[in-house]
């Protein structure tokens, strides 16, 4: 580059910027921690890289971090040696704030606004971490010089429309972070302040921090004051050390840093490995759920290092999707430096690492739930759902999961546990109940209920999108199986099956007339064990998708095969036996074709689904209630 440019923000970049220097952001001291943790990972990088470059190493010095206040310039000025950055990465990573995803992060901050703790969380999740500058600068000037480069560029910005890039001299590689600082934040440049702020959120971090400080030397007529550069942090990996030396505070901070979040995570993990490969790992369990946690690529926010050295941020590999809310970092002894994608999705070590991470997450979880069952609760909330995909996905450790599951019941006004659904069971009952739907509320007033809830039985409620393949990855709790309420093949007991099946020998005629009414839109017509109250309701046969999972699916224009499903007619309700009664006559009544019409309607209502033709339901329904209220007035006239 031989010339300045100068370039436009996009114009949701702008927004964006506005949104992050007013709102992100609570307390302004948080900047520190941002920009140290960018210069961290600067020094990470490039030891990362020197490993195949090594004579990347060669100039600079010592890594470390470098912090000069001037006083009277008003300026704060964050240097460090690592990788540097090009005019064309400055451009990149400066001027395009949120570049993945910026209109979607100005919703989510909208919609967090005056809800402090949801628009804190957002930090970090978007790459906005250097805009915390200009809550304490007017103006931000970044130097830089990429690694095995001669040249070095200025990029410049007051945090309006434009940003400015043009050639500049450093004499090493690295990076210079230059704030103007603002009238009233000119107390930062207080070296007692400064060194007070990177204690607080930065003494973790393994790179020395140097603050440059006012030294007095000498004595008598030699006294004088020099400036020197004096180590502030204990620049040691915390999670190296043994968790008895760690205190609660330093965890919480070095989870801040690490995840970006403003908010202490709910619980953490911090063990040593020693055996056939040998590993430190520190886990935390965020308070919150993240913005991309349901995303097509959410960030899996565990960091590998070999040897205390950064190798890569977002490493799937050591953890599976299901445990993608877990934040941390493992630190091996044994993986090679050079460590790849290829090597790390083939090798036997980090197929051990990922097992024990799994295994002291699962721990950390059954610790929670039982020394901390609030916090539990509010763990399940936010990330419940996620942990039950490993049902699904990895059923090796269903029993583990299975352990961890809670549910919203028919006989608890909170969640439940199927340990302790099996300990409420009475006697007789062989099978764990549930039901699947779109909201606890709707369920509550299936059909699909009533006779389990005569005989005692308590019933599930799940109503997450992942819940019916999540049980039929678990299959059985403790041997006993999980039925679905809404199954066709559901059986309550011996003597109530004769019954029905009695029932439906006499009443073949009406089979026959729902049959012929209804079509091919049922698969089968037949007596019902499970209906007490209501006079029908629609089930699925085994394989079936529930029916508002298929709706789901059909929504996102996923090609499904039609499957009929089965309705079932309480033969003791009234309405039922009167249908009976003139379905079995020689020329049933006119009417007759239309209640059965009614009938499936209301049985599709019942469960949440939409009705063929609604326009018909309500010509029906107008009729029937004309007859209705005629009848009863002329018997009120009688009497």
């Known amino acids: 580059m031989t010339e300045a440019t100068e370039h436009r923000f996009q114009a949701e970049v702008s927004e964006v910027l506005h949104l992050v220097i007013n709102s992100l952001y609570s307390h302004k001291e948080i900047f520190l921690r941002e920009l140290v943790s960018n210069a961290s990972d600067a020094l990470d990088k490039l030891r990362f890289r020197a490993i195949q470059e090594p004579g990347l190493m060669g100039e600079g010095g010592a890594l470390e971090v470098r912090i000069v206040a001037d006083a009277e310039a008003g300026t704060l000025t964050l240097s460090d040696n690592g990788i540097g950055m090009s005019a064309e990465e400055l451009a990149q990573n400066l001027g395009t704030i949120a570049w993945s995803g910026s209109r979607d992060f100005i919703k989510k901050l909208e919609e967090a606004q005056g809800k402090e703790d949801k628009s804190?969380?957002?930090?970090?999740?978007?790459?906005?971490?250097?805009?915390?500058?200009?809550?304490?600068?007017?103006?931000?000037?970044?130097?830089?010089?990429?690694?095995?480069?001669?040249?070095?560029?200025?990029?410049?910005?007051?945090?309006?429309?434009?940003?400015?890039?043009?050639?500049?001299?450093?004499?090493?590689?690295?990076?210079?972070?230059?704030?103007?600082?603002?009238?009233?934040?000119?107390?930062?440049?207080?070296?007692?302040?400064?060194?007070?702020?990177?204690?607080?959120?930065?003494?973790?971090?393994?790179?020395?921090?140097?603050?440059?400080?006012?030294?007095?030397?000498?004595?008598?007529?030699?006294?004088?004051?020099?400036?020197?550069?004096?180590?502030?942090?204990?620049?040691?990996?915390?999670?190296?050390?043994?968790?008895?030396?760690?205190?609660?505070?330093?965890?919480?901070?070095?989870?801040?840093?690490?995840?970006?979040?403003?908010?202490?995570?709910?619980?953490?993990?911090?063990?040593?490995?020693?055996?056939?490969?040998?590993?430190?790992?520190?886990?935390?369990?965020?308070?919150?759920?993240?913005?991309?946690?349901?995303?097509?690529?959410?960030?899996?926010?565990?960091?590998?290092?070999v040897r205390r050295v950064f190798v890569m941020d977002n490493c799937e590999e050591l953890v599976p999707r299901w445990l993608r809310f877990v934040r941390g970092v493992i630190d091996s002894e044994d993986l090679p430096l050079n460590v790849s994608r290829e090597l790390l999705q083939d090798s036997r070590a980090i197929r051990i690492i990922k097992k024990q991470v799994v295994n002291q997450t699962l721990d950390l979880l059954d610790e929670l739930a039982k020394d901390r069952?609030?916090?539990?609760?509010?763990?399940?909330?936010?990330?419940?759902?996620?942990?039950?995909?490993?049902?699904?996905?990895?059923?090796?450790?269903?029993?583990?999961i299975a352990k961890l599951l809670r549910y919203p019941s028919t006989k608890e006004s909170g969640l439940s546990s199927l340990d302790a659904y099996v300990e409420r069971m009475p006697e007789g009952q062989s099978a764990i109940y549930y039901a699947a739907g779109t909201d606890r509320e709707g369920l509550s007033r299936s059909p699909h209920l009533e006779a389990l809830e005569k005989r005692g039985y308590e019933v599930l409620y799940m109503t997450d999108g992942v819940d019916p393949f999540a049980v039929a990855g678990l299959g059985s709790y403790q041997e006993k199986p999980l039925v679905s309420a809404m199954n066709a093949d559901i059986q309550l007991d011996e003597e109530t099956h004769r019954k029905v099946e009695e029932q439906a020998k006499q009443a073949g005629s009406l089979f026959e007339h729902f049959k012929t009414v209804l079509g091919d839109r049922v698969a089968e017509v037949r007596a019902s064990e499970r209906l007490t109250d209501s006079p029908a309701c629609l089930v699925q046969p085994e394989g079936a998708l529930e029916p508002h999972i298929e709706r789901m699916l059909r929504a996102q224009q996923v090609e499904l095969p039609s499957a009929k499903r089965i309705l079932e007619l309480n033969l003791e309700h009234p309405l039922l036996e009167s249908l009976r009664s003139l379905a079995e006559q020689e020329t049933p009544a006119e009417r007759v074709d239309e209640w059965i019409e009614m009938l499936y309607d209301q049985a599709l209502l019942a469960e949440g689904s939409p009705i063929d033709a609604p326009e018909q339901f309500a010509r029906r329904l107008a009729d029937l209630l004309t007859s209705a209220a005629s009848a009863a007035a002329i018997s009120a006239g009688s009497k």
Do not use: C
């Open 120 to 305: 804190l969380q957002l930090i970090g999740q978007f790459g906005v971490g250097f805009y915390s500058a200009y809550l304490v600068a007017d103006r931000v000037e970044v130097v830089s010089r990429a690694a095995g480069s001669s040249e070095a560029s200025r990029w410049s910005s007051d945090a309006r429309d434009t940003f400015r890039i043009e050639p500049a001299e450093r004499a090493e590689r690295g990076t210079d972070v230059i704030l103007h600082l603002k009238a009233d934040q000119r107390a930062l440049t207080d070296t007692f302040t400064l060194r007070e702020l990177i204690r607080r959120y930065s003494d973790y971090v393994s790179y020395p921090i140097q603050l440059q400080v006012e030294k007095e030397t000498g004595e008598g007529a030699d006294k004088k004051t020099e400036k020197a550069f004096e180590t502030v942090n204990q620049a040691s990996a915390l999670w190296q050390r043994q968790p008895k030396d760690v205190t609660k505070d330093q965890y919480e901070e070095f989870y801040k840093h690490l995840g970006h979040d403003w908010e202490p995570p709910l619980a953490w993990k911090h063990f040593h490995i020693e055996g056939t490969q040998m590993f430190v790992g520190l886990l935390f369990i965020p308070q919150r759920r993240p913005a991309d946690l349901f995303g097509p690529e959410p960030r899996h926010g565990v960091r590998l290092h």
């Open 373 to 400: 069952p609030d916090d539990y609760q509010k763990f399940w909330e936010n990330f419940g759902v996620v942990l039950k995909e490993g049902l699904h996905f990895d059923p090796g450790y269903k029993d583990r």
